[in-house]
């Protein structure tokens, strides 16, 4: 086993994990595991490398999550996860959209579990940081704990010591990824016969987890649990995870804007557009007094020419006003 702690980390979540949004999530979250959106092998293959895999010192623990299918592809791709300084390579067999099942890529994988296995042991030979695979409970009508047990011991015999269990099925026709977030009902007790099954892997349940208590509950039966959009969309729910499940002190919403302005300064001056940072804080005051001001003052004046970090500053005191 690695020794990484995965007790609990944030989901890889495409166009929304991006480097700026993980820094931000770190601030929140000093014992998270982030992940990077996913990277297909081609992107990374014929694409800009330097682009796809940068990330800050300060956000690690961070993994790679990759999407491919091709095991050569996915072993120079780990390779290339490792020598950026990545702690782990994740693959991904859980995301159901149309234009990742025709490239081969996502949920359609469960039902190739040993091409999943061949992919795992070329990358393992490739690299030490371990490599890990999120998947989900079933795809359409296979979706019987025989179905995802014989995905799981493939994968595991070929040498993946941690499994990210999303705990729905994908329906891979009919459904949007939108949809497939939400409409497949949530079966936590799949992850869990999945770990009694298979005692000696690490299994992470991800799917709908919004507080602390469903944390703590999972935790007595599991090695893990990752939190998506929850994480997202309440970022402050990080900081009560770290103050209440790992003892920190909790942290003012005020404090973690203050330290993220560093960041978007530097950012700024290599041209980064405030928006592409912006866009994901604006949840940071969710749920407070005037925190509707502020994601509205942001979401209007991010975006013009020149924004700096005075935006940031006229949207906190835009939101004081209501309070």
Not at 62 to 73: F, I, K, N, R, T
Request: glycine fraction near 6%; aromatic fraction near 8%; hydrophobic fraction near 40%.
């Amino acid at each position: 086993m690695s020794d990484i702690n995965r007790s609990f980390s944030v989901a890889p979540m495409m166009d929304w994990t991006d480097r700026h949004c993980r820094y931000f999530h770190r601030l929140l979250s000093p014992n998270a595991l982030l992940y990077t959106e996913m990277v297909t092998t081609g992107a990374l293959i014929h694409g800009d490398k330097q682009r796809f895999l940068a990330f800050d010192d300060e956000e690690q623990p961070v993994a790679l999550q990759l999407g491919g299918s091709v095991p050569s592809d996915m072993a120079a791709c780990a390779e290339l996860a490792q020598q950026a300084g990545y702690m782990e390579v994740n693959i991904n067999v859980g995301c159901p959209s149309d234009r990742v099942q025709n490239g081969r890529i996502g949920a359609c994988l469960m039902s190739e579990p040993a091409l999943v296995a061949e992919c795992v042991s070329e990358m393992k030979a490739s690299v030490d940081i371990p490599v890990t695979v999120k998947t989900r409970i079933g795809i359409d009508d296979f979706d019987s704990p025989e179905f995802l047990f014989k995905f799981v011991e493939e994968v595991s015999n070929a040498g993946c010591e941690t499994v990210i269990i999303h705990a729905r099925k994908a329906i891979l026709n009919g459904l949007s990824p939108k949809e497939n977030r939400t409409i497949p009902p949530l079966n936590y007790g799949r992850a869990y016969q999945v770990k009694k099954e298979f005692q000696n892997l690490n299994v992470i349940v991800n799917g709908g987890i919004k507080t602390t208590k469903e944390i703590e509950n999972h935790w007595q039966h599991l090695d893990g649990v990752m939190v998506g959009r929850e994480a997202y969309h309440n970022p402050f729910f990080l900081a009560e995870i770290e103050h209440q499940l790992f003892q920190r002190p909790l942290q003012e919403r005020e404090e973690v804007l203050q330290s993220f302005l560093p960041y978007v300064e530097q950012q700024l001056t290599k041209g980064v557009a405030l928006q592409s940072m912006s866009r994901h804080i604006l949840g940071l005051f969710a749920g407070q007094v005037g925190g509707k001001h502020w994601r509205r003052y942001l979401s209007e004046n991010a975006r013009l020419n020149n924004a700096g970090t005075d935006v940031l500053i006229a949207a906190f005191e835009e939101m004081k006003q209501y309070q």
